[in-house]
Nanobody, 124 residues
Framework: QVQLVESGGGLVQAGGSLRLSCAASGRTFSSYTMAWFRQAPGKEREFVTRIMWSAGYTYYADSVKGRFTISRDNAKNTVYLQMNSLKPEDTAVYYC?????????????????WGQGTQVTVSS
């Protein structure tokens, strides 16, 4: 059973930084793609970034490119999201997601494992 547990959310001022963690268990994730999505109040869940676990290839939404960095630690089975230069519009619940192989799109339904989410609030 795949389990994803996020941590690291909190309240930060605009321009600040946070690092989110996603601890993964229940599988060998070398053949998985891991992703971060976010959902702001009243909005749909949106794609933020993804990483292919074995190759390390990454892809970012335009809204976070140059500010956010996704990475993984093989020894700890953990994926990270380093968020810099945070803006109030980054406020959302951030979710870790996983799918075996490659996703067919940067959409919620292309991932079949999800964490419970962690709240990120950026004050202006």
């Amino acid at each position: 059973q795949v389990q994803l547990v996020e941590s690291g959310g909190g309240l930060v001022q605009a321009g600040g930084s946070l690092r989110l963690s996603c601890a993964a268990s229940g599988r060998t994730f070398s053949s998985y793609t891991m992703a971060w999505f976010r959902q702001a109040p009243g909005k749909e869940r949106e794609f933020v970034t993804r990483i292919m676990w074995s190759a390390g290839y990454t892809y970012y939404a335009d809204s976070v490119k140059g500010r956010f960095t996704i990475s993984r630690d093989n020894a700890k089975n953990t994926v990270y999201l380093q968020m810099n230069s945070l803006k109030p519009e980054d406020t959302a619940v951030y979710y870790c997601a996983a799918v075996y192989g490659s996703p067919w799109g940067e959409v919620e339904r292309s991932y079949n494992y999800w964490g419970q989410g962690t709240q990120v609030t950026v004050s202006s």
